[in-house]
Every structure is written in structure tokens, then in C-alpha cells.
């Protein structure tokens, strides 16, 4: 039943260390089906380099495991509250990729310094505050989502596709599992810009406005004109 979502995670997922975004099993993607009221999502702690198809996790937006054999991500709590948050979210990625990791654990957000960054992300990527001793010992995956949550209340959640959870590392999502490994990917480059943005000048200052806009307004929107009909 759920073969087709299975195999569009699988090659989501596979796609991680092929674009150097995790090392060893330091992340996970996820892809919701919201027609029928799963998602699916990397099994824990299995290794790319032998995960198959029926080793894929669905679970349905109750937290239950509904197929598969296997045990879901340690993450898939947190998975599970954005999506139930917000209905825009198709698709979301996990890593612990070195540089987003390192604004994380710095406890910055990611400054937007250029219109590489503006092409995807309208503004600062935000950090997450740092949980709470209780919210660590207590549900600390939930709570991980949670905080992220409160982030974007009454905010577009997709003009901004991604987090840094302070000493934790990003998230990152999209229409699909592919946008957001896109936008994860997209976001560990611009991370690197960054700090080397930071280290030429520890003065730098953000792109102006009208540079911001131009760039993601010619890629998003309804005037949007990059790329093909």
C-alpha cells in the first residue's frame, strides 16, 4: 500500500551522504502523505549503505507505527509535530551537516549575507531557544519540535524553510522529501558563506533589503520569473 512513499523516502534519504550532508547515520528525512494520514521516514540508526525499501518507517499523525518492521528515526517525534502544526510542510530533513551544525551549537542564526541565501530563505534562519532541563528529561523529541513551532507562529514557515535548534543542529523542509533535502543542502552552503563571510570581516553586515526581496521574489511568489514555465 505504502510502497510508492517508501520509495520515494528511501532515495530521499540516500541522497544525504551522496551531497555530503551526514556522516555515518547522523540524520533523516521524511515525507508526509496527507491524503492518507502518514508519513514515512528512515528507520534508526540503519546504515545508508544497506537500508532497502521495506526498512522505511510509515507512521501515521497519532504518533503509531502503522508498517514497517522496523524502529523510526529517534527524531521522528519531532517530525511528527511539524507536521501537525503546519499543513504546508510536505517534506523534512534532519542533519548534522558540520557547518549549520556549527551556527547551532554557537547558538547564532544564520544571517542572510548574500543573494545566494536570499534565493531560498527570505531572512535570517532562525535559532530555536535552547530547552529547558524538564523539556530535555521530559519528551525531549517533542519538545525539540515544539520550540521549533514556536519559532514560526504566525509566521510563513515556508518563505523560511529551515531552523538551527540551539547545540543540536538544523532542520530544514519543503513542499516534498526532495525540497527539503534541496533546501538542506542549500542551507549548509550558505552556512559556509557565512563563516567565511565572518572571518574576511568580523564586521560584515547583511545584503539590503532591496537585494533580499529581489532574489526571493523573482523565485517565489506570483510575480516570481526564474526558471521555466
Known amino acids: 500500500m505504502y510502497d510508492e512513499l517508501k520509495e520515494k523516502v528511501l532515495e530521499e534519504n540516500l541522497m544525504l551522504p551522496r551531497l555530503g550532508l551526514v556522516t555515518f547515520t547522523w540524520g533523516n528525512v521524511s515525507e508526509i502523505d496527507r491524503r492518507n ?5 528512515k528507520p534508526s540508526g540503519v546504515e545508508y549503505d544497506t537500508m532497502k525499501k521495506d526498512d522505511i518507517v510509515i507512521i501515521d499523525l497519532e504518533g503509531n507505527k502503522v508498517d514497517g518492521k522496523l524502529r523510526p528515526s529517534s527524531d521522528m517525534l519531532t517530525h511528527l509535530e511539524l507536521y501537525r ?15 549549520a551544525t556549527s551556527w547551532a551549537q554557537s547558538e547564532r542564526e544564520l544571517p542572510c549575507y548574500g543573494t545566494t541565501h536570499a534565493d531560498t530563505f527570505y531572512g535570517s534562519v532562525p535559532l530555536a531557544r535552547l530547552l529547558t532541563e524538564e523539556e530535555i528529561e521530559d519528551g525531549y523529541e517533542k519538545n525539540t519540535g515544539k520550540v521549533i513551532v514556536e519559532v514560526f507562529e504566525g509566521k510563513d514557515v515556508m518563505a523560511v524553510p529551515a531552523v538551527l535548534c540551539s547545540h543540536h543542529g538544523p532542520f530544514s523542509w519543503g513542499k ?27 564586521k560584515a553586515k547583511e545584503a539590503p533589503d532591496r537585494i533580499k526581496d529581489k532574489h526571493y521574489f523573482r523565485k517565489h ?5 526564474y526558471g521555466q514555465n
Open 37 to 41: 494520514g502518514v508519513f514515512a521516514i
Open 176 to 202: 516534498d522529501g526532495f525540497d527539503a533535502v534541496h533546501n538542506a543542502k542549500v542551507l549548509e552552503e550558505c552556512a559556509k558563506m557565512a563563516l567565511y563571510t565572518i572571518i574576511l570581516d568580523n
Open 85 to 99: 502544526a503546519f499543513e504546508e510542510i510536505g517534506g523534512i530533513v534532519h542533519t548534522h551537516s558540520p557547518y
Open 221 to 225: 511568489g506570483k510575480d516570481a520569473y
